[in-house]
């Protein structure tokens, strides 16, 4: 349904319509059916009570975390998180007296020496963003709910057919609708999952306050995309780990960043907690010039370059070494390599990039 204005039946209605939320409508920007079907799609899938949807994952993350960080707390958020969630963290609330420190994604149960009494909230990601580091999402929640601070999971690698991640003690549930749930990179939107009525009465106050609203046809393009969500999760996941085996064997590459294998040190955590291979991995290829990552990703056919993921398409990025080296426990000091694996043939993948990786090697040799 498409609209931006309600209509009341009477005055005595129209006086009341405030009274309808947090699940009814009063006005465009408190939401539309459509909108509401759509957060009970996704509050299904979670194992949550609540849902609340944003025009973006990066607007789902602040919306949370602007909904319960006041000026005087000591916000804790993962290194590993998305870049615009630690950006918004240290360059925003810190100047609005908010107190932020970020902790190390391994950090597990002794979490518990970094919480203090103002502590209000404690913003993970798993995987994480570009890395691909774990966490040990039950331990860290149990230390959270135990000293009575909030926690939040950047979920979005996984989707919910890969965590529950409510079930394992996370208060809200992240998911970048963008990526896996709306599956064909036409749209942007992010949900908020959540059991807890109360908090779902503040974030669905915090959505109308911040006009984080959704049209009616992006929701209709998530709902498209839920009917597939299975389909292409499974079907991606087994090529992503096609790929990821053979990339892992190839001499250029140096070290692959992707849970589900083995040799990754956060492969005990995936194999306990996940369903799923996701589509999203990375990579260090052997040390060379600048001039060879240009060899590199110029000579791809099959991927494009860009940035997101999750769609059917497949994409290759790339974050220099400055990037991993000026963060807050590096996981590398070298280039990383992002590949996203889509609904393509993995065969043709896999030559398109030993391909590019053999433009590589031709650049590093010759430098």
């Not at 209000?120 to 601070?149: F, K, N, Y």
């Not at 990383?336 to 065969?347: K, Q, Y």
Request: aromatic share 8%; charged share 15%; net charge negative.
């Amino acid at each position: 349904m498409r609209a931006s204005t309600v209509v009341f039946d009477t005055f005595e209605d129209f006086v009341q319509r405030k009274q309808r939320q947090p699940d009814g409508f009063s006005y465009g920007v408190t939401g539309t059916p459509t909108a509401r079907l759509l957060e009970q799609r996704v509050a299904a899938l979670e194992n949550a009570r609540h849902c609340v949807i944003a025009p973006s994952g990066a607007a789902a993350l602040m919306t949370t975390v602007m909904g319960f960080v006041r000026g005087g707390d000591h916000l804790l958020v993962s290194a590993a998180c998305y870049g615009a969630l630690k950006t918004f963290a240290e360059k925003w609330l810190a100047h609005m007296g908010v107190e932020v420190e970020l902790y190390r994604p391994d950090i597990g149960a002794d979490i518990a020496e970094l919480i203090k009494p103002t502590t209000r909230m404690i913003c993970m990601e798993a995987p994480g963003t570009v890395t691909m580091e774990m966490q040990d999402i039950p331990a860290i929640t149990a230390v959270a709910r135990q000293r009575g601070v909030l926690t939040m999971l950047d979920n979005t690698w996984a989707s919910p057919l890969g965590l529950k991640c409510l079930d394992h003690g996370v208060d809200f549930s992240i998911q970048a609708a963008t990526k896996f749930l709306g599956g064909h990179s036409d749209v942007l939107m992010g949900c908020i999952s959540m059991n807890d009525h109360g908090h779902y009465d503040i974030l669905r106050e915090t959505q109308s306050i911040l006009g984080q609203q959704v049209s009616p046809e992006d929701c209709f393009l998530v709902l498209r995309g839920l009917e597939t969500l299975q389909l292409r999760v499974q079907a991606q996941g087994a090529s992503t780990l096609q790929v990821a085996h053979h990339l892992a064997c190839h001499p250029m590459v140096e070290r692959l960043m992707y849970p589900p294998l083995e040799s990754d040190p956060g492969h005990a955590l995936w194999k306990r907690d996940y369903k799923t291979h996701g589509c999203l991995f990375s990579m260090i290829l052997k040390p060379a010039p600048e001039s060879a990552f240009h060899g590199f990703f110029d000579a791809l056919q099959h991927f494009v370059i860009g940035a997101s993921w999750g769609g059917v398409h497949s994409l290759a990025a790339y974050y220099p070494a400055a990037l991993q080296a000026n963060r807050a426990f590096p996981a590398t000091d070298q280039p990383v390599v992002r590949l996203s694996i889509g609904l393509e043939d993995p065969t043709l993948l896999i030559a398109d990039l030993d391909q590019a990786l053999a433009q590589y090697a031709n650049a590093a040799a010759q430098a």
